[in-house]
């Protein structure tokens, strides 16, 4: 019976706790839907949506989770952000100083099997100078 009132006396909003953030205007469906669309289209982009098939299925997955009750304005604004981020930013070509550096463990793979080749094709023209020149035809042995 206590834990009852208890309840009762405290939740009567179910969404005001003491732990909520400040009063800001909810974003507009349109402004939803926008969001929607510009995130889609970024993981299109990326070749997220794999396979084919599954991709009507992710996409609910993806509005399901960024539908919650509530969203403001600015909630949509700093989700933008980071899409936009992804979207200008590769990890081959990060933003500010956070730069891989030459870690292959941390540039994409086709990044690192590039400079994987270009170091093996600098150790392969090394090789050619300690073979000794042979005399005869096609040489220059002064």
């Known amino acids: 019976l206590m834990s009852y009132e208890w309840m009762k006396s405290g939740l009567e909003d179910e969404t005001r706790t003491n732990f909520s953030g400040p009063d800001m205007k909810p974003a507009s469906k349109e402004e939803l839907h926008g969001l929607f669309a510009y995130l889609e289209g970024a993981l299109e982009a990326r070749g997220y949506f794999r396979p084919a098939p599954k991709k009507p299925k992710m996409i609910d997955n993806l509005r399901a989770v960024l539908t919650r009750p ?60 300690d073979i000794p020149p042979l005399g005869g035809k096609g040489t220059d042995n002064d």
């Open 70 to 129: 509530g969203f403001a304005e600015p909630e949509l604004k700093v989700l933008r952000g980071i899409i936009s981020s992804l979207d200008r930013f590769s990890p081959a070509m990060p933003r500010g100083d956070g730069s891989p550096g030459d870690d292959p463990r941390r540039l994409p793979a086709a990044a690192a099997r590039a400079r994987k080749a270009e170091a093996a094709r600098l150790a392969d023209t090394g090789k050619d100078d």
